[in-house]
């Protein structure tokens, strides 16, 4: 099977869509025949690459496709916005009556097992050893120190700006 056979018809979830190597990977992938969830700080940017994609990929991306994340149903999901301010949420299945989601070390872990299923092979099955170790005490206990520090630190990562910083406990 080809990359682009095991991309096909996958989601990808692209956060800085709206500029630079964010939106060059949104179109990439779309190329790919991924289907594209676009995030950014401004809806003018993921309207855009929508239309982009649109324009030179598929016209199947409906024009109203786009929404601002402000404006997504989070109770539908079970989230609060507050576990969104602060955390990547990983949904297995959005469709579903009931969700599952998990918080953040434990929802990197599921992108990452998730992530080894789409590459498949021996590769494919380190990714998804190493999402699965991830979730095993002690290394889950570390894996959630990490990422609380990655979280309040993201500012400062390569890519982030002030807007990165999470707001400070009142």
Known sequence: MSRHERLCGQVALVTGAGRGIGRAT???????????????????????????????????????????????DLEVLGLTPEECAEKVQWIADVAAPRTTRSEGARAVSAMVRHGGRSIGGALGAAWRAAGTVADVVPVSLLADVVYAAVAANRQRLPGGTPACAMPRSA
């Open 26 to 72: 949104a179109l990439a992938l779309a190329e790919a025949g991924m289907r594209v969830a676009a995030c950014s700080r401004t809806l003018a940017d993921v309207q855009e690459v929508a239309s982009a994609i649109r324009a030179t990929v598929s016209a199947d991306v409906p024009a109203g496709a786009t929404t601002p994340y402000q404006f997504t």
